[in-house]
Nanobody
């Protein structure tokens, strides 16, 4: 089992920045990738950004150029730097870890961007 704990959400004005962090613990060896997903009210959960164990990153088109995902392997953390935030970025953000074919999820952290 992998446990994931997110932090860093909150309320910010449009154009502002937030940094989310996710700490992984438990059986963390063999994690293939970690990512951030988000779910807005009445919408499906969607991928925002992902980073593989090899360090490759991928972003949703809607966040490219504004969000940056990074990881600290020594601390078993993955972070999401979010700049130039827009009201449409408002959502619950979930940390995800993929180990073989199993996904593990954090409890989520709320990000609210006011206009």
């Amino acid at each position: 089992q992998v446990q994931l704990v997110e932090s860093g959400g909150g309320l910010v004005q449009a154009g502002g920045s937030l940094r989310l962090s996710c700490a992984a613990s438990g059986s963390i060896s063999g994690i293939n990738a970690m990512g951030w997903y988000r779910q807005a009210p009445d919408k499906q959960r969607e991928l925002a950004a992902i980073i593989t164990s090899g360090g490759r990153t991928s972003y949703a088109d809607s966040v490219k150029g504004r969000f940056t995902i990074s990881r600290d392997s020594a601390k078993n953390t993955v972070s999401l730097q979010m700049n130039s935030l827009k009201p449409e970025d408002t959502a619950v953000y979930y940390c995800n870890a993929l180990k073989l074919t199993t996904s593990f999820w954090g409890q989520g952290t709320q990000v609210t961007v006011s206009s």
